[in-house]
Structure formats: C-alpha cells, structure tokens
C-alpha cells in the first residue's frame, strides 16, 4: 500500500500475555519510529530505526519493551508479561531523511494499534 | 535539553474565524525543523505544515500559516477561515537538533470549532 500500515488495529489482551504489534513502513522509507499515546495525552517516543544504524531505544520504558526492525522495512514491537498501564494506542511512523534542503523529511503515520490491557 | 512547550490544552472558535495555536521550543542549535499535525478524533496523525530554522519567510499552506518567530523561540500555527472539520488534536512537533532523527512533540491543543 502507499501508506504506513499497522496490525492488529485493535488488540485487547489479559494481564501478564506477551503482544506483537506489526508495523510495515512506506517503501523507500529510511526511518521507522514507534510512539505511544494514552488517552487524550500527547505522543510519547519509544524507539526508532534509521538505516542499519543502531536503533535508539532511549525511550523504551522497561526491558518488557522490545523492537525489531527486520531487512530494512517491518518492525515489530515486542511487549512482554503487559500490564494495565501499558494500555495505549501504539503509533508507528515512517519518513525519508533527504540532504539538507531536500524533503522536509516529515513524519507518515499509521492508523495505530490500539492496546487494552485487561 | 529538547523540548516543545504548548500552554492551551483546549480551546474554542467560532467557525469561519482565525485561530491561533501556541507553540514555543527551546533548543541552542541553530538547525532544527518545526512541524504541526493534526489528529482528528479518528486517531490519524496528518502532517499540516513545516518551518526550517533557516527558512526566511513564513510557511504557508491553504488556510495554514506558521507564524515563526526565530529569537522568540515561537512557531504558532494560524488556521484562517475555521471549518467544522478543523475541531482535532493538534500537536507541534521538532526535528533535531543534534539528531535530525529525533522529534519531539508537545502535548497538544484540542481545537474545538463552534458553527
């Protein structure tokens, strides 16, 4: 498809259950993110990829919390034993990074997935 | 430290009017890009409009204009002319600096459009 594209859209689970949250970026896309937003609040950063760079983790919130990010285009995020806390939709984000004074580089968002935590 | 600063969590217009939306950063590198989203209550984040730092004019689009002012560290975003369909979540955001990877957004203004 030409957009971001994420599944499963909605995902209800119990506590303690590990999710996989799938996220397949636009082609040609060099930077892949993932955000998560609670209810009503603001995005809060968790992890990106850029190329085969390392990914930047730093917003991880705990070690239950993991990202792949296989051949340069599908990530999945990894959320082990949820909580209820980790109830939120979880947004993916894709942009091409030109040279300076190429594309502005800004962000393509998926649909999200939405979490809850039971 | 980076950070995207927006003091109106909600406000109300009356359609057909112009509103203004609050954004300031704060940020010592001189490269950096500004950017606002809309996000409707379907939850989609849809990209609006983008300032570069070096930018020299104002950027606009349709009823979207970015009032940057540089030293005051401020890049509101102006919508002309509301429309129903403009009621949303609107989050500035910045890209950089030091890490033209990273964005950083505020938390939001809810933009509600009265007819």
């Known amino acids: 498809g030409a957009g971001v594209s994420q599944s499963p859209s909605n995902k209800v689970t119990e506590k303690g259950k590990d999710v996989e949250l799938r996220c397949d970026p636009i082609?040609?896309?060099?930077?892949l993110y993932w955000y998560r937003q609670s209810l009503g609040q603001g995005l809060e950063f968790l992890i990106y990829f850029q190329g085969n760079s390392a990914p930047d983790k730093s917003g991880l919130p705990s070690d239950r919390f993991s990202a792949e990010r296989t051949g340069g285009s599908v990530s999945t995020l990894t959320i082990q034993r949820t909580q209820q806390e980790d109830s939120a939709v979880y947004l993916c984000?894709?942009?091409?990074?030109?040279?300076?004074?190429?594309?502005?580089?800004?962000?393509?968002f998926g649909e999200g997935s939405r979490l809850t935590v039971l | 430290a980076q950070k995207i600063t927006q003091t109106q969590p909600g406000m109300f217009v009356q359609e057909k009017e112009a509103v203004t939306l609050d954004c300031t950063y704060d940020t010592s590198d001189p490269s950096y890009g500004l950017f606002w989203y809309k996000q409707p209550s379907s939850g989609e984040m849809i990209f609006l409009i983008y300032q570069g730092s070096y930018d020299q004019q104002n950027a606009t689009e349709g009823r979207y204009s970015l009032n940057f002012q540089k030293a005051r560290k401020s890049a509101n975003l102006v919508i002309s002319a509301s429309q129903l369909g403009d009621s949303a979540m609107y989050f500035c955001?910045?890209?950089?600096?030091?890490?033209?990877?990273?964005?950083?957004f505020g938390s939001g203004t809810k933009l509600n459009v009265k007819p």
């Open positions: 082609s040609g896309h060099t930077a």
């Open positions: 984000a894709s942009s091409f990074l030109g040279l300076a004074g190429g594309p502005m580089g800004e962000l393509f």
């Open positions: 955001a910045m890209r950089g600096p030091y890490n033209f990877n990273k964005f950083y």
